[in-house]
């Protein structure tokens, strides 16, 4: 995904506490440095400020790391030579999504291995329901009109 001009991200949304890999051809792989750090942080106050080294590929300069929490994730590049490329003091800002988990009950107590998870009452209506209309918008106008048939075992005829 390119959400900025020689920035891109291996995942379509940026979701809180996940793992993404990011790929930089900016001003510094152009010019052909030698090492480039990406520096970031979260939210509006760049919270969790942390700075790690990019590895040199030939498709740019690469890492992966893990996105915290925030409304935002802020993005900023520097060299060997303590040059920066910040989009021209205005930082590379990118929006943070939660993960959803609003399908997922944890219960209080321990879990134990191989117990799964159990989908709210809510979502499991929905299903049901949803099964309801369609075999009500699939079989009524059969019966209604009389095309319908039922399936009898061979010794019944």
């Known amino acids: 995904m390119e959400l900025v001009k020689n920035i891109f991200f291996n995942t379509d949304k940026l979701i809180e506490n996940s793992k993404v890999k990011i ?62 490329d910040n989009n021209e003091n205005q930082n ?22 191989g117990t799964t998870r159990k989908l709210r009452k809510s979502y499991l209506w929905s299903k049901k329901i949803k099964l309801a209309v369609y075999k009500l918008i699939t079989y009524l106008p059969k019966i209604i009109s009389g095309n319908y048939k039922r ?7």
């Open 23 to 84: 790929s930089y051809t900016g001003r510094f792989f152009q010019d052909e440095s030698e090492k480039v750090y990406a520096h970031y942080g979260f939210g509006e106050n760049w919270d969790n400020v942390n700075e790690v080294e990019m590895e040199k590929t030939e498709l740019g300069f690469q890492t992966e790391l893990e996105l915290g929490e925030g409304e935002t994730f802020n993005l900023c590049f520097k060299n060997e030579k303590d040059e920066w």
């Open 92 to 113: 590379y800002i990118f929006p943070l999504e939660k993960l959803a988990n609003e399908l997922i009950v944890l219960e209080d107590e321990p879990v134990a291995i």
């Open 151 to 157: 399936k009898t075992l061979n010794n019944e005829k």
